[in-house]
């Protein structure tokens, strides 16, 4: 049913006393029409500070001012901040801590103090919200744990942020999931608790800006099924929010047997099809797409004084991709954005681009928070300047310029105290199931000699490669003894199972997940070269699955510095690891022993030990798994990979089988 037919009402507005309202009018904030017309385009700091227990945890820096002045200087007008609540909050009285509200606070401020628009929401926060509404509607004890818990926390940062002028608008929710038309009043129930309590806060609450999520953050459903929003005191203070991300371009990254085969689309957009690789051309969610998603928006919403913020769109970098394939991904990708603002600012509408860090294939990113938000993607980002109506920023190319020659990945590895370093790879190949061997072409040089109260020791280096599959499963195994300051071709038997721990055994050889290179180490620093890894069937026959020509994985964790192309001839003469590592360092402890600068550090196979505060274990999610004081025992843990953190340093613990 189209929303032209719909029936329509606005907001009800609270009857008020004449002289009342000519008193409050002289206070109140602008409009959201208004303010809309001022928030221009936005970015998100996704993956901080909604990260559940710690806003580190997910591999993003806390955001600073140096990183908000560079989303400034890049043109952009609004920021949105996605953000949890619930596990920073006591679990009975759902009070939020105050540290953890001085430190939104502190984000807040930061965009504040550049004059940005900020929109401050409950996101995904657990799940307590999101995925849940259908199932609330045949439980009532979730659903009023669920009403509970929207009406103390949106008290709370109400309250907290209640003088707050003009820019900063509240959002009521992230993506709350709808899949029933008939649950919709649910949401909707939501949104009115949000509404009704931020408005009894007071101050410059009684008429802010307050942001409604569509359900499932769909254009369609939020067109159709949406007749009335929630009753308000005030009138024209409402924002609808939707999100875009057609999926097949923006986030599909393997084939998928939907009755028939569907695949990831590589390129979008008018002119930037490929001729050769036509399976992975779209066939809808193009240029007529994002209109037609975006029209929806005007007769229901738009025409009713009621803004609409974009408030999440992006799609991801696809670097596995060579030559013309490429270069056409690329500046396809780059006309996606420069299209998508420009659709939505034509029509009035505030876009939001999703920015959730990282750097690399599959990632979104702008900024390269490690380097206090220097610009990551010029291409990407003049592309959305133009749209904008602003000019590109020197250093741009019209082109997408491709390394040629005889490359390898170069690693850059510091002796820092993560006691590993990891690489993650693009799954290129997930079908395992011929493999009979990885093959991987590799240079190793650097010192692990390191001086220990004036005696001389050494650490060591190894290397592993790791896949995980079934339900993530981590399996790994080893390169064997390292060649030192020259190449060798390390062979990784693959099975299907094996007692043998020099052979890798996937957990799904059919469907890989995610594989990468895994370094353990103690007081080494250098540099490590990849030319290529290459999968080996039982038959002799090999395929190149990585060649590091033209592209490399961009962002290490642990004890990685950096990753970059590096000329295969030159790496027997490459002494840049000299300069541009960090060596290791040992302090005395008491009774003169040796101890490490952190304070974390493995005890054992099943043993965590801190020199300084609690451990706090958490999976890859940031959800909490086990605290200790002390020491942490592993045992009876599932494998998988889980990060371990004592408030001082973070530590990343894989357990296998």
């Not at 952009?76 to 001085?102: L, N, Q």
């Not at 919200?129 to 004890?141: H, M, N, Q």
């Not at 695949?263 to 008018?270: D, R």
């Not at 006691?419 to 990885?438: H, I, R, Y």
């Amino acid at each position: 049913m189209r929303a032209s037919k719909i029936r329509w009402n606005l907001p009800v507005v609270a009857g008020i006393a004449l002289g009342a309202a000519s008193l409050s009018m002289a206070a109140d904030l602008p409009t959201a029409k208004s303010i809309a017309a001022e928030m221009g385009v936005g970015w998100n700091i996704g993956n901080s500070m909604e990260v559940p227990g710690n806003p580190t945890n997910w591999g993003n820096p806390i955001p600073t001012q140096k990183l908000i002045d560079s989303v400034k200087a890049a043109g952009f007008k609004t920021v949105r901040i996605p953000c949890a609540w619930d596990s920073y909050a006591d679990a009975t009285t759902h009070v939020i801590k105050s540290e953890w509200m001085a430190q939104v606070k502190q984000v807040v401020d930061f965009c504040i103090k550049d004059s940005l628009f900020v929109v401050l929401n409950i996101h995904w926060d657990g799940g307590w919200i999101e995925g849940k509404i259908d199932s609330a509607a045949t439980r009532p004890a979730m659903l009023a744990t669920m009403k509970t818990k929207q009406g103390a926390y949106w008290k709370q940062i109400a309250t907290a942020f209640k003088d707050y002028d003009r820019h900063l608008l509240f959002a009521s929710a992230n993506e709350p999931g709808v899949d029933n038309q008939a649950n919709l009043g649910i949401l909707m129930s939501l949104h009115q608790i949000f509404v009704d309590t931020v408005r009894a806060t007071g101050s410059k609450n009684a008429s802010r800006t307050l942001i409604l999520q569509g359900p499932s953050t769909s254009f369609e459903h939020s067109a159709d099924w949406i007749t009335n929003l929630p009753t308000d005191k005030i009138a024209d203070r409402f924002m609808v929010e939707a999100h875009f991300y057609p999926y097949q371009y923006c986030l599909m990254s393997q084939p998928a047997n939907w009755g028939t085969m569907a695949y990831p689309f590589y390129y979008w957009g008018k002119g930037y099809h490929s001729t050769t690789d036509l399976i992975h051309n779209p066939n809808w969610g193009e240029e007529a797409y994002v209109d037609s998603q975006f029209n929806l928006m005007k007769p229901k919403f738009l025409d009713k004084n009621i803004p609409v913020l974009v408030g999440e769109f992006g799609a991801m970098k696809r670097m596995t991709l060579t030559g013309d394939s490429l270069r056409l991904s690329i500046l396809g990708r780059r006309h996606f954005y420069n299209y998508v603002v420009g659709a939505a600012l034509s029509r009035g509408m505030i876009p939001v681009l999703w920015d959730a860090g990282g750097k690399g294939d599959g990632t979104m990113s702008v900024f390269d928070r490690t380097k206090d938000g220097a610009v990551y993607d010029l291409g990407l980002l003049n592309a959305v300047r133009t749209a904008a109506g602003l000019s590109k920023l020197a250093g741009d190319t019209s082109e997408w310029i491709l390394p040629t020659g005889n490359n390898s990945m170069r690693i850059l590895y510091s002796a820092k105290d993560s006691l590993f370093g990891q690489v993650a790879l693009s799954v290129t190949k997930p079908d395992m199931s011929n493999c009979d061997t990885v093959l991987v072409r590799a240079y190793v040089k650097g010192t692990s000699s390191y001086d220990s109260a004036g005696a001389a020791m050494f650490g060591y280096i190894s290397l592993s490669l790791v896949t995980m599959s079934k339900s993530w499963t981590w399996r790994e195994a080893g390169l064997g003894k390292l060649t030192m300051d020259g190449w060798k071709t390390y062979a990784i038997p693959v099975a299907s199972s094996s007692t043998d721990s020099a052979t890798l055994v996937p957990a799904d050889r059919a469907a890989i997940d995610f594989l990468g290179l895994q370094a353990y180490s103690k007081a080494f620093r250098g540099a490590i070269y990849v030319d290529w890894i290459a999968y080996k069937s039982k038959g002799g026959s090999t395929d190149t699955v990585y060649g590091f020509n033209q592209s490399v994985p961009e962002k290490g964790t642990g004890n990685v510095e950096t990753i970059s192309l590096f000329s295969t001839d030159a790496v027997a003469s490459d002494l840049e690891w000299k300069t541009a590592t960090v060596g290791y360092k040992v302090t005395t402890g008491i009774a003169g022993t040796a101890k490490t600068k952190s304070g974390l550090r493995h005890a054992g196979t099943r043993l965590i030990s801190s020199e300084t505060s609690a451990i706090r274990l958490t999976d890859l999610r940031g959800r909490l798994v086990r605290t200790s004081t002390g020491s942490l025992d592993l045992s009876g843990l599932p494998q998988g990979i889980y990060l371990a953190t004592d408030g001082v340093s973070t530590l990343q613990v894989p357990l296998a089988q």
